[in-house]
């Protein structure tokens, strides 16, 4: 199991593995977090946050929720509007400590024009 954790520790994330890879978006929201997404499911994703620890920006289609720690700012993770144990959640791996994300594959993700991968 890994943890993640926001600067000031008000928002905790525990994931069961270590990611495959971690993915660089390029659209214009992930690109101005620079975030390092590591995808999970809500089954394999825990978000340990009092209420009202973060608060949600969403734009656009106003389908993904992007969750901002309101202490110290931090993205930890975004997750769609739909709270189902199989749907996706991304982890902002950069809350995670270094060495538990050494070596891992980085790949690109051409979210501002194609939407591919652009190591495929």
């Known amino acids: 199991m890994l943890t993640a954790s926001c600067h000031c520790g008000a928002v905790q994330i525990e994931v069961d593995h270590t990611p ?3 993915t660089q978006c390029t659209c214009s929201i992930c690109r101005r977090y620079a975030a390092l997404w590591a995808y999970y499911t809500r089954k394999t994703a825990r978000v340990h946050a009092a209420t009202g620890a973060t608060t949600i920006y969403m734009w656009n289609d106003k389908v993904i929720e992007f969750h901002h720690c309101t202490t ?5 993770h975004y997750e769609g509007i739909e709270k189902h ?6 982890v902002n791996a950069r809350m995670m400590a270094p060495t538990d994300i050494v070596g891992i594959k980085i790949r690109t993700f051409d979210g501002a024009d194609t939407w591919q991968y652009l190591d495929e």
Do not use: F, N
Not at 85 to 90: C, L, N, Q, T, V
């Open 85 to 90: 144990d199989d749907e996706r959640i991304a």
């Open 20 to 22: 495959p890879s971690l």
């Open 72 to 76: 110290c700012g931090c993205i930890t």
